[in-house]
C-alpha cells in the first residue's frame, strides 16, 4: 500500500513539475529552464543533507546515479525538442507511455509477474497516460505522424532507463546523496549542449521564483519515487510515477482554466480504474 501512496505522490509532484517547468520554459527556454532547476534541486539537496546526516553511498550506487541522472535529463531534453517541432500530442502519451512500460518489462524479469489485477491495473494506467495526454484528435494525428515518433521514443528511453537505473542505485537504501549525483550527471549533460551550442546562459532573474517551484517539485518527484520503489515493486512504481500528465492537465484546468476534453476524462476515468485494481 504505501508504494501506492508514494508512486501517486510522485506522480503528482512531477505533473506539478511539469506544470511549472513548462511556464519556466516558456519565458527562459527549455534547456536553460531545466538547468536552473537542476542547480536548485542541487542546493536544496545539501541542505536537506547538512541536516538528515546520510551517509554517502558506495561507488557502484554513486554510478548508477550518474547514470540514471543523465538518462533522464537527456529523456527531458529530447521531450521539450520535439515540443519544439510542434509535436506536443505525439510526444507526452508515447514518451510516457515507454517510460512506464521499459521498468514493466524489466520488473517483469527481476522480480517476476506481478498478481492478475495488477496486470489490469498496469493496462489501464498505460491507456490513462494516452487518453489524458490527447487533444481531441490527436490520436488521428498521431497516427498520421508515426514516422515522427523516434524523438519521443527516445525521450521515452532515457526516462525508462532513469526508472530502472535510479531503481537500482538505492535499492539498499538512502535517496538524498542519490539525488544529488543524479543532477550532477543531468548537469553535466546540460552543460555539455549549452557549450557545444553557444547557447546563451542568461535568464531573466524574475522567472526564478518558477524555476524554483520547478526543481523542488522534481526532487519531490523522485524521492517519492524512490520511495515507492523501495516499499514496493519497480514496475508498479514506475507505471504509478507515469501517471503524471493527469497532475499536469488538471493543474491546467484549474489555474489556467483549461477545459478537459470527453479523452482527458476517459483518460482520468481509466487512471482511477487502475489505483483502485493495484490496491486491492
Given at each position: 500500500?504505501?508504494?501506492?501512496?508514494?508512486?501517486?505522490?510522485?506522480?503528482?509532484?512531477?505533473?506539478?513539475?511539469?506544470?511549472?517547468?513548462?511556464l519556466a520554459a516558456r519565458r527562459v527556454g527549455a534547456y536553460r529552464s531545466v538547468f536552473?532547476?537542476?542547480?536548485?534541486?542541487?542546493?536544496?539537496?545539501?541542505?536537506?543533507?547538512?541536516?538528515?546526516?546520510?551517509?554517502?553511498?558506495?561507488?557502484?550506487?554513486?554510478?548508477?546515479?550518474?547514470?540514471?541522472?543523465?538518462?533522464?535529463?537527456?529523456?527531458?531534453?529530447?521531450?521539450?525538442?520535439?515540443?519544439?517541432?510542434?509535436?506536443?500530442?505525439?510526444?507526452?502519451?508515447?514518451?510516457?507511455?515507454?517510460?512506464?512500460?521499459?521498468?514493466?518489462?524489466?520488473?517483469?524479469?527481476?522480480?517476476?509477474?506481478?498478481?492478475?489485477?495488477?496486470?489490469?491495473?498496469?493496462?489501464?494506467?498505460?491507456?490513462?497516460?494516452?487518453?489524458?495526454?490527447?487533444?481531441?484528435?490527436?490520436?488521428?494525428?498521431?497516427?498520421?505522424?508515426?514516422?515522427?515518433?523516434?524523438?519521443?521514443?527516445?525521450?521515452?528511453?532515457?526516462?525508462?532507463?532513469?526508472?530502472?537505473?535510479?531503481?537500482?542505485?538505492?535499492?539498499?537504501?538512502?535517496?538524498?546523496?542519490?539525488?544529488?549525483?543524479?543532477?550532477?550527471?543531468?548537469?553535466?549533460?546540460?552543460?555539455?549542449?549549452?557549450?557545444?551550442?553557444?547557447?546563451?546562459?542568461?535568464?531573466?532573474?524574475?522567472?526564478?521564483?518558477?524555476?524554483?517551484?520547478?526543481?523542488?517539485?522534481?526532487?519531490?518527484?523522485?524521492?517519492?519515487?524512490?520511495?515507492?520503489?523501495?516499499?514496493?515493486?519497480?514496475?508498479?512504481?514506475?507505471?504509478?510515477?507515469?501517471?503524471?500528465?493527469?497532475?499536469?492537465?488538471?493543474?491546467?484546468?484549474?489555474?489556467?482554466?483549461?477545459?478537459?476534453?470527453?479523452?482527458?476524462?476517459?483518460?482520468?476515468?481509466?487512471?482511477?480504474?487502475?489505483?483502485?485494481?493495484?490496491?486491492?
Amino acid at each position: 500500500m504505501l508504494s501506492i501512496i508514494f508512486g501517486l505522490a510522485s506522480a503528482l509532484s512531477w505533473g506539478a513539475g511539469d506544470f511549472t517547468g513548462g511556464l519556466a520554459a516558456r519565458r527562459v527556454g527549455a534547456y536553460r529552464s531545466v538547468f536552473y532547476a537542476e542547480v536548485v534541486g542541487v542546493i536544496f539537496l545539501f541542505i536537506v543533507l547538512a541536516f538528515v546526516g546520510e551517509p554517502l553511498p558506495d561507488r557502484r550506487a554513486q554510478i548508477f546515479a550518474l547514470v540514471a541522472g543523465a538518462f533522464g535529463t537527456m529523456g527531458l531534453m529530447l521531450l521539450y525538442h520535439s515540443m519544439t517541432l510542434g509535436l506536443m500530442s505525439i510526444a507526452a502519451p508515447v514518451s510516457a507511455l515507454l517510460a512506464a512500460a521499459l521498468p514493466v518489462a524489466v520488473g517483469m524479469f527481476t522480480e517476476g509477474l506481478p498478481d492478475f489485477l495488477t496486470m489490469i491495473g498496469f493496462v489501464f494506467a498505460l491507456f490513462a497516460v494516452w487518453m489524458i495526454s490527447q487533444s481531441e484528435g490527436s490520436v488521428t494525428n498521431i497516427l498520421s505522424h508515426l514516422s515522427d515518433l523516434k524523438l519521443p521514443l527516445l525521450a521515452g528511453i532515457g526516462f525508462g532507463f532513469y526508472f530502472v537505473l535510479m531503481h537500482q542505485a538505492t535499492k539498499d537504501g538512502g535517496a538524498f546523496w542519490h539525488m544529488t549525483f543524479s543532477r550532477f550527471g543531468g548537469m553535466a549533460l546540460i552543460v555539455t549542449y549549452l557549450l557545444v551550442t553557444r547557447s546563451s546562459w542568461k535568464i531573466d532573474i524574475s522567472a526564478l521564483p518558477v524555476i524554483s517551484a520547478n526543481g523542488l517539485l522534481d526532487i519531490g518527484g523522485n524521492y517519492f519515487f524512490i520511495l515507492a520503489a523501495q516499499a514496493g515493486r519497480l514496475d508498479v512504481a514506475s507505471v504509478l510515477s507515469s501517471l503524471f500528465p493527469g497532475a499536469t492537465v488538471l493543474l491546467a484546468w484549474v489555474f489556467l482554466k483549461e477545459r478537459l476534453n470527453r479523452n482527458q476524462w476517459i483518460g482520468v476515468g481509466a487512471a482511477l480504474t487502475a489505483i483502485i485494481l493495484m490496491t486491492i
